[in-house]
């Protein structure tokens, strides 16, 4: 079946540190692969995606996502964390062969602390 | 660009009543999607409209869950009669027809069945 894992339920960073939040993914083929994020009492928001061609994908926010096909892994990075950065964060791909549906991870609660 | 507008935000029912939930897509974006979020769970989808066509309702509950896309704009999701298990978030999202184009969302409507 195919899936998607974030191995940590939760992220604990220090304002100002980079931080780092997990994906990988087991899905045929070359997915599309999204990161979405969760503010308290609102909806998701688009942060980035990867479609084909550089590895490093820049989107909203200062954030940034590394693909590593080898690995099926398309981790959230950022250089610099701030307190306002503290959501939750939801990993999504998309099969090739889908009518345009993503598959969800359970999402990452990351936590910046000043 | 107006983004995805959703109403009411908040709901409280009795187990056993009935509810309906609006949503207006962005404009011009033929696909919509309603979620189901469970507190801390990633997004559950219910039912995919292509225009005013289901694209797929494999996981809607037929028996109590209804949905609509009237003329391939606006859409209502109702529940009759309503479970405690349905208190959730109810997310709506739209994007444009073609495999690599992000979701939008709506703020959700919170449904509490009491």
């Known amino acids: 079946a195919q899936s998607v894992a974030q191995p940590e339920d939760q992220v604990n960073v220090a304002e100002g540190n980079p931080l780092t939040v997990k994906c990988t993914y087991s899905v045929s083929g070359n997915p599309y692969l999204f990161w979405y994020v969760q503010y308290p009492n609102r909806g998701l928001q688009f942060l980035l995606k990867y479609i084909t061609g550089d590895n490093l994908v820049k989107g909203s926010y200062g954030f940034e996502a590394e693909f590593n096909k080898s690995q099926t892994s398309f981790h959230l990075k950022k250089p610099s964390a701030l307190v306002s950065d503290s959501a939750l964060y939801f990993c999504a791909v998309r099969p090739l062969d889908s009518n345009y549906q993503l598959i969800w991870g359970a999402g990452t609660k990351l936590i910046i602390k000043p | 660009e107006a983004g995805v507008a959703q109403s009411p935000r908040y709901k409280i029912i009795e187990k056993r009543q009935s509810v309906a939930f609006w949503c207006n897509p962005i404009s011009g974006h033929a696909t919509l999607y309603w979620y189901q979020q469970i507190l801390g769970q990633g997004p559950k989808l219910l039912i995919q409209f292509q225009n005013n066509g289901v694209v797929d309702d494999s996981q809607l509950p037929k028996d109590r869950f209804s949905a609509e896309r009237l003329k391939g704009v606006d859409s209502t999701l109702k529940i009759q009669p309503a479970k405690l298990e349905d208190s959730a978030v109810y997310l709506c999202?739209?994007?444009?027809?073609?495999?690599?184009?992000?979701?939008?969302f709506g703020p959700g409507t919170r449904l509490t069945v009491t």
């Open positions: 999202a739209s994007s444009q027809a073609g495999t690599g184009y992000e979701q939008y």
